[in-house]
């Protein structure tokens, strides 16, 4: 079990299905272009996080050694279950079990991951799939899939300039990935592809498909501008009332609170340190998201005892009030303390 209380708590949140909040308007707006363009996609919204093994990576053709399906990037709750760390793990079931040949998925995904602005432990996804005739061309399909999701981008954003990028995924061949340039930068909000014969056929059928996977918060960032990525978690009436069902409206920064500087140094210890277990060891220690981010900013390595030093950053902020000095000695402290104690390194 890899599943800590702090993640366990996001579970049956669905912020994707609260009326005004700005994850469920996105959501919304996506699901009514689809309509618009073809009445017969099926709309799913409730299917449980908590999934099997087999369908989140077996029945999407990943490898048992595939890094993502490692304990230090999945969240496990027995060897065969775990959190699904992206809408696809309902694809091979569905295309089995419901006979459904259009569908969009949309749910919570979980990833034990690094701390910043744009990443956090769990965030939504929307999954799309669409089959075709038997014997219609790779061609057909990969134009239809790229025109599609410009139709649903141009719907987002307006006339945004836009760039395909090959990519890879186990499960779909050719496989893409389609960036926005927005405020200066080009950001991915989406993978997908013509899906492998391999997995239709496991499934019983014989026509091919498409599939993709947006992500709900990188679009709503943009969209919204919200800066920061915990705001979607926030219980503040200041962030909550800013939004209404269905509506476009930019985000009101509301006073930021000052941060504060703490640093972090050890000898890794041993070949099986993971950043990603330290980052589950600091989210482990808060009872609120009072860290807004974890930097590793030094790295070295002894050159005589060949030992590794880490040095991590740790901004302490919260979103909603002034932090005490006191209370983030404490959570350092502790955080100090269960990483020699769960991982066995040796502080500097
Ligand atoms: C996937 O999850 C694939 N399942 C997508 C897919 C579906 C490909 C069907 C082909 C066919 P990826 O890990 O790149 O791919 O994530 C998809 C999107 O989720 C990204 O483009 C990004 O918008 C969003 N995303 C990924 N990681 C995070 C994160 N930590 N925080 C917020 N958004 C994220
Ligand atoms: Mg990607």
């Known amino acids: 079990m890899t599943i800590t209380p702090n993640i366990a708590e996001r579970v049956g949140v669905n912020l994707h299905l609260r009326p005004s909040h700005p994850l469920n308007t996105i959501k919304t707006l996506i699901e009514n272009h689809f309509l618009k363009t073809d009445p017969t996609f099926e709309l799913y919204s409730t299917l449980p996080p908590l999934v099997s093994t087999q369908s ?30 992206h809408t696809s793990a309902h694809q091979s079931t569905l295309l ?58 141009k719907e987002i954003f307006g006339e945004v300039e836009m760039r395909w990028n090959d990519d890879y995924f186990p499960f779909t061949s050719p496989s893409f990935e389609l960036e926005i ?42 969209l919204f501008e919200i800066p920061d990525i915990r705001l979607f978690w926030s219980k503040d009436p200041r962030f909550i009332d800013q939004f209404k069902s269905g509506e476009i409206i930019k985000f009101k920064p509301f006073s930021k609170y000052p941060s504060s500087i703490r640093d972090i140094s050890f000898w890794t210890g041993s070949q099986n340190f993971h950043a990603n277990d330290f980052s589950e060891i600091v989210r482990n220690c808060i009872s609120e998201d009072i860290i807004e981010s974890v930097e590793l900013i030094d790295e070295f390595v002894h050159p005589k005892t ?43």
Not at 111 to 138: L, N, S, W
Not at 199 to 209: M, R, T
Not at 320 to 339: G, Q
């Open 96 to 153: 089995k079990e419901s006979g459904s040949k259009r569908f969009l998925v949309t749910g919570d995904v979980y990833r034990r991951d690094e701390i910043d602005r744009c990443h956090y432990p769990v965030f939504h996804q929307m999954e799309g799939v669409k089959m075709f005739e038997a014997g219609t061309g790779g061609d057909v399909i990969e134009e239809d899939l790229k025109r599609t999701l410009e139709g649903v981008t």
């Open 56 to 85: 989140c990576f077996d029945d999407l053709l990943i490898p048992p050694t595939h890094s993502s399906r490692s304990k230090s990037d999945t969240y496990y709750y027995d060897n065969t279950t775990c959190l699904r760390t």
């Open 306 to 348: 060949k030992e590794v030093s880490n040095c991590f950053r740790f901004t302490y902020r919260s979103m909603e009030r002034s932090l005490t000095n006191e209370e983030i000695d404490k959570v350092h402290f502790k955080v100090r303390e269960r990483a020699v104690d769960e991982l066995g390194v040796v502080l500097r």
């Open 181 to 222: 340039f927005f405020n200066g930068e080009w950001l991915e909000v989406l993978g997908c592809g013509v899906i492998q014969t391999k997995i239709i056929e496991n499934a019983g059928l014989k026509q091919p498909g498409w599939a993709f996977g947006l992500g709900l918060e990188r679009l709503a960032m943009v």
